[in-house]
């Protein structure tokens, strides 16, 4: 199995930012993941499951670990009765394809959510009223100790998190979904998507929402454009004038433009609000946010 050296981080992030990661390997089996993890355990070495990034912000000084990309049968996506199962590494957008081939409907909701079925485990991640939890059945979840079946459950997925540990790397999904006409789940993706594109800055390089809601009236976004943060820059990143729950790759940007904002955004939310906001981004390597 080739191990790449040195790869750049920002190659597989959706912000386009992040320096690089010391090793970085594709693994297409079970079998292969199980090595690759085995070899990183013995040598002490971090793990990092990626899948297509697009929840998270990597240091610029890059990354001490082995960053996993998955492929091959850990990304493929085969339909069995009303089942779908897919491997981590599958895009969600691959996903719904094929429930929609097989007029399978409930992973509408995942329409607009970039990623793979691995990271949105990981992540619970989740769209207009509905997450991973409703229609997970089970997740092939393998480590350096070795690999089971854990329902959902067992995953321990509240609002845009699971109970993994780091260096568990979900392999493989089953997905549980019902009948639904192909014209049905066409209709309501197209319409999910229309309001996305609406609300989002869909056509920017970005990591998706910054922080998680706040246990109040207001969504994150909204607290912080009543915070006057919308189209604050620093460096090249930017507060979407969009939605203000975003940070935009202006050009040029380094993680540490968005870590900027992103203590700039806790420190108003505080301040105005009295409200510790919490990010939802996934932080990779030596970054903290302050503010
Ligand atoms: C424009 C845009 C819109 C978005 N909208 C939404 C939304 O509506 N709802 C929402 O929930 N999210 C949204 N996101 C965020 C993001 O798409 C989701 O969190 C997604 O689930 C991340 O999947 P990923 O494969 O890209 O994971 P990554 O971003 O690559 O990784 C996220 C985390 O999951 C871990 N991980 C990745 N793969 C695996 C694996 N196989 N096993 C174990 N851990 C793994 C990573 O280590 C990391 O901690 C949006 C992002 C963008 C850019």
Redesign the pocket.
């Known amino acids: 199995m080739t191990v790449e050296t040195n790869v750049p981080l920002a190659r597989l992030t959706?912000i386009g930012t992040g320096g690089p990661a010391s090793e970085l390997a594709r693994p297409e089996s079970v079998e292969e993941l199980e090595e690759l993890l085995r070899s990183a355990a013995a040598r002490g070495l971090q793990v990092?499951?990626?899948?297509?990034?697009?929840?998270?912000l990597a240091a610029d000084e890059g990354v001490d670990a082995l960053v996993l990309r998955?492929g091959g049968e850990l990304a493929a996506v085969e339909v069995r009765d009303d089942v779908l199962v897919a491997g981590?590494?599958a895009a969600n957008a691959v996903c719904l394809h094929r429930a929609r081939a097989a007029s399978l409907g409930g992973f509408e909701f995942a329409c607009?959510?970039?990623?793979?079925v691995?990271?949105?485990?990981?992540?619970n991640?989740?769209?207009y009223g509905s997450?991973l939890r409703a229609v997970l059945d089970r997740a092939l979840v393998v480590g350096a100790e070795g690999s089971g079946w854990l329902g959902a459950d067992d995953l321990g997925l509240e609002y845009?998190r699971s109970g993994?540990q780091p260096g568990?790397?979900?392999?493989r999904v089953e997905l549980r979904l019902t009948p639904r006409p192909q014209a049905e789940i066409r209709s309501v993706v197209a319409d999910l998507q229309a309001r996305r594109k609406a609300a989002?800055p869909?056509n920017k390089r970005?990591?998706?929402?910054v922080f998680k809601n706040p246990d109040h009236e207001l969504t994150a976004g909204r607290l912080l454009e009543a915070c006057g943060l919308k189209g604050h820059r620093s460096g090249g990143a930017v507060i979407s004038p969009r939605h203000a729950n975003f940070i935009e790759n202006a050009g040029g940007a380094r993680s540490a433009d968005a870590v900027a904002l992103m203590a700039e955004a806790r420190r108003r939310a505080r301040e105005q609000f009295g409200i510790e906001l919490q990010h939802e981004v996934?932080l990779l390597g030596p970054i903290e946010v302050h503010g």
């Open positions: 959706t990092i499951p990626v899948g297509l990034g697009s929840n998270v998955l981590g590494g607009a959510i970039p990623g793979t691995g990271g949105a485990v990981w992540m991640a989740g769209a997450d845009r993994l568990q790397v979900v392999a989002q869909t970005t990591f998706g929402s996934q």
